[in-house]
C-alpha cells in the first residue's frame, strides 16, 4: 500500500500519477479518501488526484494523539514532500477544508488554488460543540450504531450511502473514531486571516448544510481575495460532492481548468 512516512507517522492516500496538474483531497471528519470516488472518476486523466487519510481516519497510521487542523496541514505538505510536488490545488470538503485554508497561510506558495466544501473558517458556537460531545461520547459508550441514525443524517442526508459508510465506522476503533471528533470540537478561528489567502478560490456548499451552514461559506466567499465563485447546491446537506456529485464536478471542473 502507498503510505508517505511524516513525522513517524504513515499517511495513506493514492495517486492517480500522470502528468497533469496535480490535485490534492482532503476528507471530512469520520470520511476518508473514499468519498471523493465521484470526483477523481471525471477527473482522472487530465488531472493528476491525490487522495488521502488524514490522522485518526481510514488507512492512515498514527498514534492517536490530540492534533490540531494546523498540524494536520502539516501532515498534508509532508505528504506534497513525499510526492515531490511543489504545488497543488487543494480540494478540502468539511474538516479538510480546515486544513487546507491552514496550508495556504502556513505555505502560501505550496498552493495553486482552493475548492473549499462546505467547510468554515470559525470556531464552533456552544451549540454544535454540546452535539458533538454527545456524539463522541455515543462513540466511546455505544459506538457507532448508538449515533448513526442521527449522524449518517446530518453529514450525509442521502439513505442510499447511509450504509456504506456506517459500515466504514465499523472497520473503526470506537475510541478513535470518539478521538477524531473530540479534534473536530477544537478549530479555531482564523477568519481574521482570509484576507491572507490570494490564491483563486471556489466555494461550494450544500444548500441544507446543518453542521455548518450556508452562511459560514458566503462568509468565504466575501472575504476570500481570490474567491471567484460561490456554487450553492440546492437541496444538498453537508456533503455535496458525494450526494451531489452531477452538480458539483460540473463547476469543479470548469475552475481547475482555469486555475489549477
Same mark, same amino acid.
Given at each position: 500500500?502507498?503510505?508517505?512516512?511524516?513525522?513517524?507517522?504513515?499517511?495513506?492516500?493514492?495517486?492517480?500519477?500522470?502528468?497533469?496538474?496535480?490535485? #490534492?483531497?482532503?476528507?471530512?471528519?469520520?470520511?476518508?479518501?473514499?468519498?471523493?470516488?465521484?470526483? &477523481?472518476?471525471? +477527473?482522472?486523466?487530465?488531472?493528476?488526484?491525490?487522495?488521502?487519510?488524514?490522522? =485518526?481516519?481510514?488507512?492512515?497510521?498514527?498514534?492517536?494523539?490530540?492534533?490540531?487542523?494546523?498540524?494536520?496541514?502539516?501532515?498534508?505538505?509532508?505528504?506534497?514532500?513525499?510526492?515531490?510536488?511543489?504545488? *497543488?490545488? =487543494?480540494?478540502?470538503?468539511?474538516?479538510?477544508?480546515?486544513?487546507?485554508?491552514?496550508?495556504?497561510?502556513?505555505?502560501?506558495?505550496?498552493?495553486?488554488?482552493?475548492?473549499? &466544501?462546505?467547510?468554515?473558517?470559525?470556531?464552533?458556537?456552544? $451549540?454544535?460543540?454540546?452535539?458533538?460531545?454527545?456524539?463522541?461520547? !455515543?462513540?466511546?459508550?455505544?459506538?457507532?450504531?448508538?449515533? *448513526?441514525?442521527?449522524?449518517?443524517?446530518?453529514? +450525509?442526508?442521502?439513505?442510499? &450511502? /447511509? $450504509?456504506?459508510?456506517?459500515?466504514?465506522?465499523?472497520?473503526?476503533?470506537?475510541?478513535?473514531?470518539?478521538?477524531?471528533?473530540? #479534534?473536530?470540537? !477544537?478549530?479555531?478561528?482564523?477568519?481574521?486571516?482570509?484576507?491572507?489567502?490570494?490564491?483563486?478560490?471556489?466555494?461550494?456548499?450544500?444548500?441544507?448544510?446543518?453542521? #455548518?451552514?450556508?452562511?459560514?461559506?458566503?462568509?468565504?466567499?466575501?472575504?476570500?481575495?481570490? *474567491? #471567484?465563485? =460561490?456554487?450553492?447546491?440546492?437541496?444538498?446537506? /453537508?456533503?455535496?460532492?458525494?450526494? /451531489?456529485?452531477?452538480?458539483?464536478?460540473?463547476?469543479?471542473?470548469?475552475?481547475?481548468?482555469?486555475?489549477?
Amino acid at each position: 500500500m502507498p503510505f508517505a512516512s511524516v513525522d513517524g507517522r504513515q499517511l495513506y492516500f493514492e495517486d492517480t500519477g500522470g502528468d497533469g496538474p496535480v490535485v #490534492v483531497f482532503s476528507h471530512g471528519n469520520l470520511m476518508d479518501h473514499r468519498m471523493w470516488a465521484p470526483q &477523481i472518476e471525471a +477527473l482522472r486523466g487530465e488531472f493528476r488526484c491525490v487522495v488521502w487519510d488524514e490522522r =485518526l481516519h481510514g488507512r492512515t497510521e498514527d498514534d492517536g494523539a490530540r492534533h490540531t487542523y494546523w498540524d494536520s496541514a502539516g501532515d498534508l505538505l509532508g505528504l506534497l514532500d513525499h510526492l515531490g510536488v511543489a504545488q *497543488a490545488t =487543494l480540494v478540502g470538503h468539511s474538516q479538510g477544508g480546515f486544513l487546507s485554508l491552514r496550508a495556504a497561510l502556513r505555505a502560501p506558495e505550496r498552493v495553486m488554488a482552493l475548492v473549499l &466544501i462546505d467547510t468554515a473558517a470559525v470556531a464552533w458556537p456552544q $451549540e454544535a460543540l454540546d452535539q458533538m460531545s454527545g456524539i463522541a461520547g !455515543g462513540f466511546r459508550t455505544g459506538g457507532p450504531d448508538a449515533v *448513526a441514525p442521527v449522524l449518517l443524517d446530518l453529514l +450525509l442526508g442521502r439513505p442510499g &450511502i /447511509h $450504509e456504506e459508510w456506517l459500515r466504514v465506522w465499523h472497520g473503526q476503533p470506537r475510541e478513535r473514531l470518539a478521538d477524531a471528533v473530540a #479534534v473536530l470540537m !477544537g478549530v479555531d478561528d482564523v477568519s481574521a486571516r482570509l484576507a491572507e489567502i490570494g490564491r483563486p478560490a471556489l466555494i461550494v456548499h450544500g444548500e441544507a448544510d446543518r453542521p #455548518v451552514p450556508l452562511p459560514l461559506g458566503q462568509m468565504l466567499r466575501d472575504r476570500l481575495p481570490g *474567491a #471567484v465563485d =460561490l456554487i450553492v447546491v440546492p437541496g444538498a446537506g /453537508h456533503t455535496p460532492s458525494l450526494t /451531489h456529485p452531477d452538480l458539483v464536478n460540473g463547476p469543479l471542473m470548469t475552475f481547475l481548468r482555469g486555475h489549477a
